[in-house]
């Protein structure tokens, strides 16, 4: 092989219209998959949400390109205990240096896109603006993108109690242009509980699940016409058909799949 991209025809549906796409022969940054540009994803925060990133990275682009890609990715992922440390002893400036080091390490092994892995890690962009990397996808703006491309006008949001003090009033809320619906701040530490003691061990309990569902059927009778799962493990208490029945978008899931869809975003449009 000359080192270019394979010729090829792949199919890429965008809602219900699909294209057929042609591999650029131009862009040499293609890898070594032959359709892909490859995904770096700072994960371990907890290692049960990277799960969720690969698999859906992965399963995204099997579907666009019918099979004919599985994506490539690198990961780095911390050690989870040392990460909520630092987030409950508020240090963002440790965070995001942590975050920032990674993100470099991956971009020079070859990562054109980065995801972090973490809607509470977040929070350090907030803090740090200037420790967001030019090739890291923001979770905020993955959110803010597809409730636009829903239509949706008024959403909810549930995560750690740091994400909805902090990351519910910064970037999302500035893209949204309206504060979302947050839990009554009663049940936040109920919610952290179930978060960082259970799920980010990979602990599934039907109460915790029990719990959420009421407080999300709370949240709609206020006005959410939709609920951001705004944090990436509690989408692990539901099947994909009960994310679709209570109204659900799993921001985990959204941000994996906008990645996998950039990923491919060299492909050259040649019909309808």
């Known amino acids: 092989m000359n080192g270019a991209p394979p010729e090829g025809i792949l199919r890429n549906e965008e809602g219900d ?31 049960a949400s990277t799960i969720t990133y690969y698999r859906v990275v992965c399963e995204e682009t099997i579907r666009i390109t019918e099979g004919k890609s599985c994506g490539s990715l690198k990961i780095i992922s911390f050690d989870s205990s040392e990460i909520e440390r630092i987030i409950e002893e508020r240090r963002w400036q440790m965070l995001a240096d942590r975050i920032s080091a990674a993100t470099r390490s991956l971009v020079e092994m070859g990562s054109d ?65 309206y504060t979302p619906t947050l839990p009554p701040p009663r049940t936040w530490s109920e919610i952290d509980e179930v978060i960082f003691r ?43 058909d009960e994310k679709e029945d209570l109204g659900l978008l799993d921001a985990a899931e959204i941000h994996a799949s906008v990645a996998a869809s950039r990923s491919l975003n060299h492909l050259q449009r040649v019909g309808a």
């Open 198 to 240: 259970r799920l980010c061990r990979g602990v599934i309990r039907p109460k915790d699940k029990e719990m959420l569902v009421s407080m999300l059927g709370d949240m709609k009778s206020r006005g959410a016409a939709r609920i951001i799962l705004g944090c990436t493990e509690i989408g692990l208490l539901f099947t994909s």
């Open 17 to 47: 219209q699909a294209h057929l796409l042609r591999l650029d022969p131009s862009d040499r940054r293609s890898t070594v998959s032959g359709y892909t540009k490859t995904i770096g994803i700072v994960g371990g925060m907890s290692w």
């Open 113 to 177: 896109i980065v995801l972090v892995a973490s809607n509470t890690a977040h929070v350090a962009f907030e803090q740090y603006p200037s420790s967001l990397h030019k090739q890291t996808i923001h979770i905020a703006d993955a959110i803010a993108d597809r409730l636009a491309s829903l239509g949706i006008a008024s959403a909810g949001l549930v995560g750690t109690s740091t994400t909805l003090l902090n990351l519910a009033s910064g970037r999302l809320v500035r893209r949204l242009g």
